[in-house]
């Protein structure tokens, strides 16, 4: 089992920032792959970000390329997500996701899950 647990969010503005965080613990963090996801209200759980086991490879939907960073710290057991230019099309409630060995854009394909965090961008 791998616990995750994210935190984070909040309400900001339209070209704010915000940092999301994402606590692992259970088995061996490094031989996960790490996602982060986001459901807007009515819609599916959509593909953020994800990187590698070793850090090494970052993967991210065109919507957020140039405005997120995704990162990891294999030492203390920590994903982030740095979201820079916040749009109102952002809000949504952001997961933090672990899959075995390599990553996916699937998120069917992950084996954990955090509880998720609202990330609020308005006016």
């Known amino acids: 089992q791998v616990q995750l647990v994210e935190s984070g969010g909040g309400l900001v503005q339209p070209g704010d920032s915000l940092r999301l965080s994402c606590a692992a613990s259970?088995?061996?963090?490094?031989?996960?792959?790490m996602g982060w996801f986001r459901q807007a209200p009515g819609k599916e759980r959509e593909f953020v970000a994800a990187i590698s086991w070793s850090g090494g490879s970052t993967y991210y939907t065109d919507s957020v390329k140039g405005r997120f960073t995704i990162s990891r710290d294999n030492a203390k057991d920590w994903v982030y997500l740095q979201m820079n230019s916040l749009k109102l099309e952002d809000t949504a409630v952001y997961y933090c996701?672990?899959?075995?060995?390599?990553?996916?854009?699937?998120?069917?394909?992950?084996?954990?899950w955090g509880q998720g965090t609202q990330v609020t961008v308005s006016s």
């Open positions: 996701a672990a899959k075995l060995m390599s990553y996916s854009r699937n998120p069917g394909l992950y084996n954990y």
């Open positions: 259970g088995r061996t963090f490094s031989n996960y792959a």
